[in-house]
């Protein structure tokens, strides 16, 4: 399976700042995800990242808050705009890389906001 | 749509225990795809399992094994003889087949504690 390198792994960060996360896979892969899991609870579907392309957005996601970036088919970025304390989370770069294979997740981004 | 459940929401058990975690779900298709994804305290999502709708054989690996019944729409989770470092945060999904993956639902997940 693909590996999946996620950074950074995580950050404190103040209220009203940005973060960008970065997601390098070591192979081609055409689909790649970006998912959220909120303290607690189970994984919540962000976006599609299309390369080339705006990316998918899930309802209740919008791209002024979730910038999506991928510029290629190994690399994409997910910015957290103007953070607020309930966009603490860990957030989940995910692929997969032949049609209905497994999803396969980077080891996550857990965001903490003060 | 789809749906996936876990009605457990924490289990608790001793090392050297068998534990079975539940699984529910619903589609409306035909074909799709189950599986079983582990995260221990660490934070990373581990792939242990995907079964397609075609295929209702049990499987065994190791300590863990499943349990697939269409009659029922449940997709079990067993790990025998159970250790600490089982502990984790146990999720169930859900893919149909044509979905790449916006509608690969996962369930609410089932913490299991295994005490030493």
Redesign the interface.
Known sequence: ?AVISQKPSRDICQRGTSLTIQCQVDSQV??M?WYRQQPG???T?IA?ANQGSEA?Y?SGFVIDKFPISRPNLTFSTLTVSNMSPEDSS?Y?C?V?TV??????????T?LTVT | AQKVTQAQTEISVVEKEDVTLDCVYETRDTTY?L?WYKQPP????V?LI?R?SFDEQNEISGRYSWNFQKSTSSFNFTITASQVVDSAVY?C?L?E?GN???N?V????TRLSVLP
């Open positions: 399976s055409t689909m995800f609870q189970s994984l579907l599609t998918t899930e860990i989940l995910s997969r049609y209905n294979s497994p999803l396969h997740f980077g080891n996550g857990r | 795809y599986f660490s934070g990373e999502l792939f995907r397609n999720f999904a893919s087949a790449y993956g916006q690969f996962f369930g609410p997940g």
